[in-house]
């Protein structure tokens, strides 16, 4: 395509209709076996941008009928304490998904709480046992943001199979979970990293180019292959306020046949995809 003609995904709007497909889903699972999809959110310390997520992900599950559960505790709250909630929400039938909103506090180990969830409710899809069987092939949960991606992918029926996908970032969040999925998708993936020798030349390889290095404007119109697929994961707030992602979104707006905007892209799609895995949850293993 090029010649300033990209497409512009619509994460905003898809994750609408991902919500009301749940929705309905939820109402029938209560209808036909009496279980509410139960979230619970557990927040340590006063992060402002943990609450807003927080405060949205409360919204988001009142909006689709689930049960929302939140526990909100003083940053210098214990580990053990912590650990202590987790097991009882493991032995709760009510809740079937459990999120430890990141970042925590210091004198917390993440990995202790991550790994003491049970990885039947983990709908972060952070436990080592969902990573693992995400590699195998079988993950009960996977991660929000890539599984969003994916969805925005299919929901614009772009084909995956036999196209060269790039990565620029491997962040256990979406770089390295994502390219298990492409991956699974018949897709030949390339992940590109700080280390990695003349980027340019790797990213203009990509018939799916997705940007998650956490670096504003990183990507240039001249990286991107005329009609490539980009998916920017980035977001950041330039010192004069506006929000950018790392994609150069007009240079590479002319160049790309679809493109995600920042905002309105890829972020919508990770809480549809928490209630997709909670609702997946209650309905598999309850």
Do not use: W
């Amino acid at each position: 395509m090029g010649n300033g003609m990209a497409v512009i995904i619509d994460g905003t709007k898809i994750s609408q209709d991902v919500r009301g497909e749940i929705r309905g889903e939820a109402l029938r699972l209560k209808d036909d076996r009496g279980v509410v999809p139960g979230l619970a959110v557990i927040l340590v310390g006063d992060d402002p941008a943990s609450h807003i997520y927080v405060a949205r992900k409360e919204k988001a599950c009142a909006e689709v009928g689930f049960l929302s559960r939140e526990y909100k505790l003083p940053g210098d709250t214990g580990e053990a304490q912590i650990l202590d909630i987790v097991g009882q929400l493991n032995a709760d039938d009510t809740i079937h998904g459990i999120l430890v909103q990141l970042p925590l506090p210091r004198h917390i180990n993440p990995d202790s709480v991550i790994n003491a969830i049970d990885p039947k409710k983990d709908v972060d899809g952070f436990h080592p046992l969902n990573v693992g069987r995400l590699l195998t092939g079988n993950p009960f949960h996977t991660s929000c943001t890539p599984s969003g991606i994916l969805e925005l992918l299919d929901r614009y029926e772009i084909d995956i199979q036999g196209r060269e996908a790039v990565i620029v970032g491997r962040s256990n969040i979406v770089g390295k979970p994502l390219a298990l999925m492409l991956l699974a998708r018949h897709a030949t993936v390339t992940v590109c990293h700080t280390r990695t020798r003349n980027l340019p030349e790797v990213t203009r390889r990509a018939d799916i180019l997705v940007a998650a290095a956490g670096s504003s404007e990183m990507i240039t119109g001249d990286m991107v292959k005329d009609g490539a697929v980009v998916i920017d994961v980035g977001i950041s707030r330039l010192p004069a306020g506006k929000l950018v992602g790392d994609v150069a979104f007009d240079q590479v707006s002319e160049k790309a046949s679809y493109i995600t905007p920042v905002p309105g892209g890829v972020g919508p799609m990770t809480i549809a995809m928490l209630l997709k895995n909670t609702l997946h949850a209650a309905k598999n293993f309850t």
